[in-house]
């Protein structure tokens, strides 16, 4: 026999398969009829705890409308509504490149309200190691910063999820990213400088260079120039 809890509580039995069932009413649909879900569990004190997050999840999110997305549906639906009107030409190229090649076919098919940090991570990891696409189906990893895009992307997707109570919390939050790489900047030996020099003024550009530290031993490097450079008007 089903244990009775206060209004909004659920409740809780032993079913007859000595497993322990938790019953409760998520939210209502359209028509005002309410949405039963359940969870399972080997031990009532199991159950119980189960029972509690759903009910905390379920005050977050409007049922009615999360059963209707699976993670393809809904970053679609982001990406048209919110972000395309919005960003650049080149970064609708990255994000469909996103969307396309790594979103849907790792995550596509899961429900959105189902969605876990795991799940983000092993998207994150395949991506990091084979995320580069070739035609015999094997592909080399992409770059770090590529990786972090992906990251930026959909962390933005899934908290318009949130808001809109699709989803109770962004599981990409605690995902982990590759650190930026550090790119160590590099000067020109005084004796590369003559030969740098001559080709800057073969291609007829003005190399800048930066500015004097002051003075310096005769051991000391000759002032850095930076690899830039800008055309002659």
């Known amino acids: 026999m089903a244990k009775r809890r206060a209004s909004g509580e659920g409740s809780i039995r032993k079913r007859k398969d000595g497993r322990w069932e ?87 098919k899961t429900m959105l309200r189902k969605l876990t940090t795991r799940e983000v991570q092993k998207l994150y990891n395949h991506v990091r190691e084979h995320g580069r696409r070739k035609k015999d189906g094997k592909g080399e990893g992409m770059s770090i910063s590529y990786v972090r895009g992906l990251h930026r992307m959909l962390r933005s997707c899934l908290q318009r999820a949130v808001k809109e109570r699709l989803i109770p919390y962004d599981p990409a939050d605690d995902a982990i990213v590759p650190k930026p790489e550090k790119l160590e900047m590099k000067t020109l030996k005084s004796e590369d400088m003559d030969a740098f020099l001559a080709e800057a003024k073969r291609r007829e550009v003005l190399p800048i260079r930066s500015p004097d530290p002051g003075p310096r031993s005769s051991s000391s490097p000759a002032p850095g120039w930076r690899s830039s450079c800008i055309p002659r008007s």
């Open 22 to 108: 938790g019953r409760y009413i998520a939210g209502h649909d359209e028509t005002g009829k309410p949405i039963r879900k359940n969870v399972l569990a080997k031990t009532q004190a199991e159950v119980r705890d189960k029972l509690k997050a759903m009910l905390e999840d379920s005050r977050k999110v409007d049922m009615a409308k999360a059963d209707e997305y699976t993670v393809e549906k809904w970053v679609w639906t982001w990406y048209k509504l919110y972000a395309k009107p919005n960003i650049r030409e080149s970064t609708q190229e990255y994000y469909e490149s996103f969307i396309r090649f790594h979103i849907v076919p790792q995550l596509g």
